[in-house]
């Protein structure tokens, strides 16, 4: 999975220095972890480690049925995205921005990320976000 260039993608109100990146190894996973936990999303350790290592078994990048896109501002994670790509289905899940840097369209760009992934790859697919938007987004 590559960057996104908001720029590109015409994702407005994007801050400088702000980049969001699929994750494809484990140093970023832990740092997706670290973003996930300031957002609130899985406040338990020990679940939180479960989820770790179910990521990690299942494999990162772009050919996974799970995939995970972090977002950075100058190297430090301030956001997230998840999305199970499944069939026709592609759940998007956990995104989320700390609470400093939300109202800046990272959250946005977050979720077109995975949008974009599902373009590429699975035609036809619905889009859905937690909670389900209504019969989701056609991609």
Same mark, same amino acid.
């Given at each position: 999975?590559s960057?996104?260039?908001?720029?590109e993608?015409?994702i407005s109100?994007?801050?400088?220095?702000?980049?969001?990146?699929?994750? +494809?190894?484990?140093?970023?996973?832990?740092?997706?972890?670290?973003?996930?936990?300031?957002?609130?999303?899985?406040?338990?350790?020990?679940?939180?480690?479960?989820?770790?290592r179910?990521?990690?078994?299942?494999?990162l990048?772009?050919?996974?049925?799970?995939?995970?896109?972090l977002? +950075?501002?100058?190297g430090?994670?301030?956001?997230?995205?998840?999305?199970?790509? +499944?069939?026709?289905?592609?759940?998007?899940?956990?995104?989320?921005?700390?609470?400093?840097h939300?109202?800046?369209?990272?959250?946005?760009a977050? +979720?077109?990320?995975?949008?974009?992934?599902?373009?590429?790859?699975?035609r036809?697919?619905?889009?859905?976000?937690?909670?389900?938007?209504h019969?989701?987004?056609?991609?």
């Open positions: 999975m960057t996104v260039d908001t720029s993608r015409g109100g994007v801050q400088t220095g702000v980049v969001i990146q699929g994750v +494809t190894d484990l140093r970023q996973l832990h740092s997706w972890f670290r973003a996930t936990r300031s957002v609130t999303f899985d406040d338990d350790k020990s679940s939180s480690d479960h989820r770790r179910l990521y990690a078994t299942l494999g990048g772009a050919d996974c049925p799970w995939r995970h896109w977002a +950075t501002d100058r430090c994670p301030v956001g997230t995205a998840s999305a199970l790509f +499944t069939g026709d289905v592609v759940a998007l899940e956990h995104v989320g921005v700390i609470p400093e939300r109202r800046r369209g990272i959250g946005s977050l +979720t077109l990320a995975p949008i974009a992934a599902a373009r590429s790859t699975c036809g697919a619905r889009a859905l976000r937690e909670p389900a938007a019969g989701g987004v056609r991609v």
